[in-house]
């Protein structure tokens, strides 16, 4: 993760965003008493999806039971 700090952000913002949403990697920004991340608006979408699903009941059993299921023994199933 590329770190630089809030003057360079302020000045190459625009690069900045470019550079994140191209690359799918995180700018880390430095201040004297507090950072931040900078993230493509697609990688926060995902990382906030993530979220929600692993918020749900048995849904992270469910997803590695899927995972261990073939594609023939789904089509066998009885929907």
Known sequence: ???INITKAR???YSLLLETSESHEPI???RKKTNAILLAEDDWRS???TLYI???PGMRESIIEGLD???QETEELDW
Request: proline share 0%; aromatic share 0%.
């Open 1 to 3: 993760m590329e770190t």
């Open 11 to 13: 000045a190459d913002l």
């Open 28 to 30: 880390h920004i430095t």
């Open 47 to 49: 990382i906030q999806e």
């Open 54 to 56: 692993s918020a749900i």
């Open 69 to 71: 299921t073939s594609i």
